[in-house]
């Protein structure tokens, strides 16, 4: 079964966003795998809360110009 797994910044994506993010993925893994694989094909998409992740000491906060906002 593949698997993909994504953390993503808490309200970096849509709705939308998501839901295409899983059909494009599920599509490379049919691709590289072949068709039999779709049904068993798992995507998750898990949101990081803001400081919740950060890098060399630094915390990260998403600012609200790059909040994705749903049926954008």
Excluded: C, W
């Excluded at 797994?5 to 072949?34: C, I, W």
């Amino acid at each position: 079964m593949p698997f993909a797994n994504f953390k993503m910044p808490q309200a970096a994506l849509s709705r939308a966003q998501k839901e295409e993010l899983v059909h494009r993925t599920t599509d490379l893994l049919v691709d590289y795998f072949g068709e039999a694989v779709r049904p068993y094909t798992m995507v998750l998409i898990e949101e990081v809360p803001d400081g919740g992740y950060g890098r060399a000491d630094e915390v990260f906060v998403v600012p609200e110009a790059y909040r994705a906002r749903d049926g954008a």
